[in-house]
């Protein structure tokens, strides 16, 4: 998968701070987390090369729920299948 930033629309900051932790990431070695291969630059983007995830997005999730928000006993079970190694 590859995550493309807009330069115009991050701060260079960010950018940097997401990566310093997508690499950090990668040392822990957990099944669990995603990985980033490599990392390209052009004038205007920035693209990110991660590890392929089927199963849909976090935030996505979250939001299927609307404005009730998660319930407790789903972010659970959701929070277990993350933590479990």
Known sequence: AVKVIQKANASRERVQTEISILKDIAMLQHKNLLLMHDVFESVDQIQLVLELLPGGNLFKFVE??????????????????????
């Open 64 to 85: 299927s729920y609307g404005p009730a928000g998660v319930s407790e006993e789903d972010a659970r079970c959701v929070l277990g299948g993350v933590t479990a190694g």
